[in-house]
């Protein structure tokens, strides 16, 4: 078996949350409330769900609640919740040993058991989506996303 540390975790989220970090600056004020269908979250509430939810994660594994922040007014706000938070969960990220990433724990909005690397895994896929779509949000409103990796 192979394994993985809670370095090369880290280093495959940061290649997602950095960009995401950088393609957050590129939206203007006027574009927080953007959405491009009804039945879609909008740039701020997209931004407010992709800071938070590596929370979403950790509290599974911890066996707690979640802990959701309110969703900021502003993109600056917005931004300086995404800066705050990445540091939170990259801290959190680091502390599991290789026996700690072996564990298995239960998402039970899921109904999923898995090991606590593949559920870190899920989070980066899922960060990988929302963050498309935010480049996808951006192109709409005539803007240029940075690149979506910068390794």
């Known amino acids: 078996m192979t394994t993985v540390s809670a370095h090369q975790i880290i280093k495959r989220w940061k290649v997602h949350r950095d960009v995401l970090i950088e393609l957050v600056k590129v939206f203007p004020e006027n574009s927080s409330s953007f959405r491009p269908s009804s039945n879609v979250m909008s740039t701020i509430e997209m931004i407010h769900h992709v800071a938070w939810t590596p929370d979403f994660f950790f509290a599974a594994i911890e ?89």
């Open 63 to 151: 066996s707690r609640e979640w802990k959701v922040p309110p969703v900021p007014t502003t993109l600056i706000e917005a931004q300086e919740l995404l800066e705050e938070l990445t540091k939170e969960h990259e801290a959190a990220m680091s502390k599991f040993s290789e026996a700690d990433l072996l564990k298995e724990a239960t998402i039970n909005v899921f109904n999923c058991t898995e090991s606590i690397a593949d559920m870190l895994h899920r989070l980066i896929s899922h960060e990988a989506h929302h963050k498309g779509q935010l480049m996808l949000y951006a192109r709409l409103l005539d803007l240029e996303p940075p690149f979506y990796t910068i390794y």
